[in-house]
């Protein structure tokens, strides 16, 4: 029997074995050959690439379209949706099978993909959503009919309740692209695409030709929009990413994250003291900052390359999972700008949606500002990242590392924290001591101006540490070899504030992405 002939004409004693055959069929061997042979996974093997072995369990699996003429070409109805563990947990799973008129949508993939959501929501497990998409099947949805019962579905609607995760594993448009923005986390193949709408669409919109990368490719979403948290070169190692974010999440909001029980190894402090320079403008890489702290192996960088001014990423401090912000004083003298602000909002929204403590790390000069920034909008990426701080109510650990100015200073924790230490290396004011030398003074630097200097010492005399810690501002001073197990030591007091390590939730409705 070939993956054309229609189920209609299967009447013999082992029905049930044929269909099943001609469902696992796909699109067919020819369509499935070729991508054999672009290195590029199936819909059904990329399930089992996520799932533990033998755990996936198929649900909608005899679903097909409601239109009779395509009955007998659309197995699965082109999303095969199920149940399956990863790392012995329950998941929810959808793999678009793009071999399938294109894993287009349709009435009845939409209510399966609603019906694997809601489950999940009720089942208290995470959700998987493996993409690619050629958008909607016209005549399916075409018309006042087909809007009027995709709209009485809600299939795309969620609440933070259990995690998201999504891989972008080649063209995506419309209904996928919905699920990838509002993922917790979503990684992208290189070389795959997505967008609200396909390129000949747009092209047709926009009177002008439109290239797939140009309108979404993962350059574009890593550095530009951020809608990209990740991008790998394989199907492979995107859908290895999502069951390593996974274990950094506890299934749903009502549990703690889950502490490793591995051994835990961590770097000597004698490296993070060595990191940090003692000369206020001098940069370092604020990465090896995270790794400093963070259990050996255990940095999974969130969103890279966008934003760069502020690394966010999941680590394990003593076992427990930990989200860390860092200024990263590389990119712009860490000062940080609109992307940069976003991404740390959304970073803080993810973390106190699923119970994973703060740690905030402050070397920075303060917000970027200028035209292009208040064009942006920047003043108000600023409040809303305040907000989002002042909401979260996991624990929230503030260290300040070296510099940390004006505004900057209350974004990055100082006065918002549950506990806040200053390294000895660090200092807090408004603004830089030259700056604010130029405008108390009206002096600027010249060679060999002894008054200059002696300025700019007062300024950064009343900078000192010490100057916050003695108006209880800063609850310590700390080396910078001592930040390590301090951190741990606080993160240990103020999980318990958080109800058993769950917190109240107040960021759930916040927008997934900004």
Not at 308 to 317: F, G, H, K, P, S
Not at 376 to 405: D, Q
């Amino acid at each position: 029997m070939t993956p054309t002939e229609p189920f209609d004409d299967i009447d013999d004693f082992d029905d049930f074995d044929t269909r099943r055959r001609k469902i696992h069929a796909m699109g067919g061997e020819a369509k499935l050959a070729a991508r054999r042979a672009s290195g590029v996974m199936n819909a059904r093997e990329r399930i089992a690439a996520l799932c533990d072995a033998g755990s996936f369990s198929e649900i909608g699996e005899f679903a097909r379209s409601a239109r009779p003429e395509d009955l007998d070409r659309t197995p699965a109805d082109g999303i095969v949706t199920g149940f399956g563990r990863v790392d012995g947990r329950n998941i929810a799973v959808a793999s678009f099978d793009l071999t399938t008129l294109g894993a287009s949508s349709t009435v009845t993939n939409i209510r399966k993909l609603n019906f694997l959501k809601l489950s999940a929501s009720k089942a208290g497990i995470a959700c998987a959503f493996l993409i690619e998409s050629a958008g909607a099947r016209m005549p399916d949805i075409q018309g006042a009919v087909g809007m009027g019962r995709v709209g009485q579905l809600n299939a795309t609607n969620r609440d933070r309740d259990v995690p998201w995760v999504c891989a972008v594993l080649g063209p995506c448009y419309g209904m996928g692209t919905w699920y990838a923005v509002q993922s917790d986390f979503a990684v992208m193949r290189r070389d795959a695409t997505f967008s609200v709408a396909s390129p000949k669409v747009t092209s047709v919109a926009l009177g002008q030709a439109v290239t797939p990368e140009a309108l979404g490719g993962s350059d574009l979403h890593a550095d530009t929009t951020g809608q990209i948290d990740l991008v790998t070169d394989t199907d492979a190692q995107a859908i290895a990413a999502l069951r390593r974010f996974l274990s950094y999440l506890p299934s749903h909001a009502q549990l703690p994250a889950p502490r490793s029980d591995s051994p835990v190894h961590a770097r000597p402090a004698a490296e993070l003291e060595a990191l940090i320079p003692r000369a206020r403008h001098q940069i370092y890489d604020g990465r090896k900052l995270v790794e400093c702290l963070a259990d050996i192996d255990s940095v999974m960088p969130w969103r890279p390359r966008h934003g760069r001014a502020l690394e966010t990423a999941l680590v394990r401090m003593n076992g427990q999972p930990v989200g860390i912000v860092a200024s990263n004083p590389w990119p712009k003298g860490g000062a940080i700008d609109g992307p940069s602000c976003d991404k740390m909002t959304e970073f803080i929204v993810l973390c106190d949606s699923f119970n994973i403590p703060l740690l905030l790390l402050a070397d920075t000069p303060g917000f970027l500002v200028g035209l292009q920034a208040e064009q942006a909008g920047v003043a108000g990426k600023i409040m809303n990242n305040l907000r989002a701080l002042s909401l979260a109510t996991v624990p929230r650990i503030a260290v300040v590392v070296r510099k940390s100015y004006g505004q900057a200073y209350l974004n990055m924790g100082g006065g918002v924290a549950d506990a806040v230490a200053v390294m000895t290396t660090g200092e807090v004011g408004f603004v830089d001591p030259a700056v604010a030398v130029s405008v108390v003074h009206n002096r600027r630097a010249q060679d060999g101006d002894a008054a200059y200097e002696s300025l700019i010492q007062d300024m950064v005399v009343s900078n000192s540490p010490y100057e916050l810690a003695g108006m209880f501002a800063a609850h310590a001073v700390i080396r910078p070899s001592e930040t390590r197990d301090w951190a741990i030591r606080m993160l240990e007091v103020f999980q318990q504030r958080a109800r058993g390590g769950i917190g109240e939730h107040r960021l759930a409705t916040w927008p997934t992405s900004l």
